[in-house]
Nanobody, 116 residues
Framework: VQLVESGGGLVQPGGSLRLSCAAS????????MSWRRQAPGKERELVAA????????NYADSVKGRFTISRDNAKNTVYLQMNSLKPEDTAVYYC??????????WGQGTQVTVSS
């Protein structure tokens, strides 16, 4: 099983990034997916989630209207489009997969730094 994140990096405030998470080794279309992040000295938190078929999404209040989660089950990939980035969005972003019987997988994380 692998979840491989990509797309992180350094961006100026107000900029955009698109994170991708490529999944393999399990039935991706049967898993709800989410992005979570952890900033230095803080607990890991949910950023955005999407149901297995992509019909439902939810977002942390802090990112609503700025971030969009989506998935392509044909490509076994989930995305996080991040716009209007703020310094407080700086964190390691993790891809997270959960099946209906609560089998869980984590990615290794990708660093996002928002700074001028």
């Amino acid at each position: 099983v692998q979840l491989v994140e990509s797309g992180g990096g350094l961006v100026q405030p107000g900029g955009s990034l698109r994170l991708s998470c490529a999944a393999s080794g399990f039935t991706f279309s049967s898993y709800d997916m989410s992005w979570r992040r952890q900033a230095p000295g803080k607990e890991r938190e949910l950023v955005a989630a999407i149901t297995s078929a992509g019909a439902g999404t939810n977002y942390a209040d802090s990112v609503k209207g700025r971030f969009t989660i989506s998935r392509d089950n044909a490509k076994n990939t989930v995305y996080l489009q991040m716009n209007s980035l703020k310094p407080e969005d700086t964190a390691v972003y993790y891809c997270y997969a959960r099946s209906r019987n609560y089998r869980i997988y984590w990615g290794q994380g990708t660093q996002v730094t928002v700074s001028s």
